[in-house]
């Protein structure tokens, strides 16, 4: 796609301002559950293999944004569709935030391009999911641990 857009129009740079999806039945998961978010892991991995490939191939991708940095309300699907790379709890009076395997998954990939990164090495998949076993909330104190 990007390709395309850089052959058809040729622009002086692409700017990606919205990318993410939403993972089915998420929304009604435990939060232990929801975020262990494969689906979208697999999502952005491929994604950004081949947006990494495109680039490569000298396509002006300038600014990426994933969407979205935490769950929120959606104008169509209101709070039963997630999109965040963070999980909110809604339920909780302080809105606690938990980070989701693909908001790791995106820190760990954006901080190894320039570092070998290769679009769909194998090797550099696996040592990213190696650093995100065992990582279940961030790594900073939640909101109710702060008010005290």
Same mark, same amino acid.
């Given at each position: 796609?990007?390709?395309?857009?850089?052959?058809?129009?040729?622009?002086?740079?692409?700017?990606?301002?919205?990318? /993410?999806?939403?993972?089915?039945?998420?929304?009604?998961?435990?939060?232990?559950?929801?975020?262990?978010?494969?689906?979208?892991?697999?999502?952005?991995?491929?994604?950004?293999?081949?947006?990494?490939?495109?680039?490569?191939?000298?396509?002006?991708?300038?600014?990426?944004?994933?969407?979205?940095?935490?769950?929120?309300?959606?104008?169509?699907?209101?709070?039963?569709?997630?999109? /965040?790379?963070?999980?909110?709890?809604?339920?909780?009076?302080?809105?606690?935030?938990?980070?989701?395997?693909? /908001?790791?998954?995106?820190?760990?990939?954006?901080?190894?391009? /320039?570092?070998?990164?290769?679009?769909?090495?194998?090797?550099?998949?696996?040592?990213?999911?190696?650093?995100?076993?065992?990582?279940?909330?961030?790594?900073?104190?939640?909101?109710?641990?702060?008010?005290?």
């Amino acid at each position: 796609m990007m390709k395309y857009v850089d052959q058809r129009y040729h622009p002086a740079e692409i700017i990606i301002t919205e990318n /993410g999806v939403s993972a089915p039945g998420e929304a009604a998961m435990p939060v232990q559950q929801a975020i262990r978010d494969k689906f979208r892991v697999d999502y952005y991995r491929g994604y950004l293999d081949n947006l990494c490939k495109a680039i490569k191939e000298g396509v002006k991708v300038s600014t990426y944004f994933a969407w979205s940095y935490m769950d929120n309300f959606e104008w169509k699907e209101g709070y039963t569709q997630r999109f /965040g790379i963070n999980h909110v709890d809604f339920d909780s009076p302080y809105r606690t935030r938990t980070t989701k395997d693909s /908001g790791r998954f995106l820190a760990k990939h954006f901080f190894s391009i /320039g570092h070998g990164w290769e679009a769909g090495s194998e090797q550099q998949h696996q040592g990213i999911d190696r650093q995100m076993e065992g990582n279940a909330s961030i790594d900073r104190p939640h909101l109710e641990d702060l008010s005290q």
